[in-house]
C-alpha cells in the first residue's frame, strides 16, 4: 500500500512538472513575435501534453485524484516576463532548467515505456541552442547550414600562444620577485627552473585532463545520440527540424531538410552531432599526449625567455637583461595575437609588453620587501 501511494505522489509530480511546462510553452509561443520560434514552442506544448496525458491515466490507474492545477511561481514569473519582455528573457532560464531536468525520467520505467527520458533530452538540447542562438538566424544566414565548422587551427593558435605567456609572464614575474628578494644568480636560476618545471607539468596535466574527459563527454553523448537515433528516429527527425526552423528555415522546409539528412544512416550521426551536440566527430581523434606535451614545451619556451640571461648575467645587470628578453617575447606574444583579434601589432604588442612587465614590477616589489624585511 504505501509502496502504491509512493508511485501516486511520483505520478502528481510529473504530472505536475509537465503541466507547468506547457503553461509555460504556451506563454511563449503567444508572446513570441517571430512566428517560425513560436511554433517551436506550440509543438514543444504539444509533446509535453502528451506526457501530462501519460501521467494523468497512471495516476487513476493507481486510484489516485488528479489534482487541480496551479503554475507554481516560479512559473508564472516566467511567463510574465516572456510576455513583457519578449521570449529571450527567460529562454536561457527556461534551458538550464531543461538542462537540469533532462535526466529525470532515467530509471522510471513508466516514462521509459513511452520514450519520454529521449524527448525531454531532445528538448532540453533545442532550448540549449535557443539560448545560445538568440531569437533565430536570418535568411543570409540558411546557406551556411551546412558548412559551419570549428575553428580548428584558430583554436590550435589560440592554445600555443596562450601557454607561451603563461610560462613567459608567470616565470619572469617568479624570477623577478626573487631577484627583488636579493637572491644571488645561482638561487634564482634554481628558481626559474622549478617554476618552469612546475608550471610545464602542471599545464601538460591540465591539458591532457581538458583533452581527456572532452573526448569521452563528446563520446558518451554521441553514444546516447546513436541509441535514439535506432530506437527513436521520428523523434530525432523532429528535433533536427526544430533546430533548423530557429535558424530560421519555415516548418515545411525544416521537416524536409531533416529528413533528407537524416535518410541517410552513414551521414545522420554525422549530421545530429553537428547540429544538436555542436560537436564535431572528427575532433574526437586528438591525442591528449600531444595536448599535453605540445602544451608542456610551449610553456617552458616561454618560461625560458626571463630564465636564460641569468646563465651570463647577474645583479642588476642579469634583471635588465631579463627585463629586455622578456619584453622581446612578450611583445612578440601581443604581435601573435593579432592574428586572432585583427588588431594592430603595435598595439597588440606594447600592450602585452606593459602588462607582463607591470606584474613583474609589482612581483619585485614584493620581493624587495620580503628581503629587507628578512634583513
Known sequence: MERKQDDITRFIANWRGEKEAVYLYGRMAQAEANESLADIYRKLAETEERHVAVWEERIRGAGGAVPDFKPGAAVRLKA?????????????????????????????????????????????????????????????????????????????????????????????????????????????????????????????????????????????????????????????????????????????????????????KATALDTLAREELHVDPSELGGSAWEAALTSFFLFAAGALIPTVPYLFWSGNAGIAASTAFSMVGLFAIGAAITLLTGRKVLFSGLRQVLFGVAAAAISYGIGALIGVSLG
Not at 574527459?213 to 533536427?240: C, F
Open 80 to 264: 510574465w516576463l516572456a510576455g513583457r519582455f519578449g521570449t529571450q528573457a527567460v529562454v536561457s532560464s527556461v534551458a538550464a532548467g531543461e538542462s537540469k531536468a533532462a535526466g529525470g525520467y532515467d530509471g522510471q520505467a513508466e516514462a521509459e515505456a513511452v520514450g519520454m527520458p529521449a524527448e525531454e533530452r531532445s528538448h532540453a538540447r533545442v532550448f540549449g541552442y535557443l539560448s545560445r542562438s538568440g531569437s533565430g538566424l536570418g535568411g543570409e544566414d540558411v546557406a551556411r547550414f551546412e558548412g559551419r565548422h570549428r575553428a580548428g587551427g584558430g583554436n590550435a593558435l589560440r592554445a600555443a600562444v596562450l601557454g607561451a605567456n603563461d610560462g613567459l609572464v608567470s616565470v619572469f614575474s617568479l624570477v623577478m620577485g626573487v631577484a627583488g628578494a636579493g637572491a644571488s644568480r645561482s638561487q634564482i636560476l634554481v628558481t626559474g627552473g622549478a617554476g618552469l618545471l612546475a608550471g610545464a607539468l602542471s599545464m601538460a596535466l591540465g591539458e591532457w585532463l581538458s583533452v581527456q574527459s572532452s573526448r569521452e563527454l563528446y563520446q558518451n553523448q554521441i553514444g546516447i545520440e546513436e541509441a535514439e537515433l535506432a530506437d527513436v528516429p521520428e523523434e530525432e527527425k523532429a528535433e533536427l527540424a526544430l533546430i533548423y526552423q530557429a535558424k530560421g528555415l519555415d516548418r515545411a522546409t525544416a521537416e524536409s531538410l531533416a529528413d533528407r539528412l537524416l535518410s541517410d
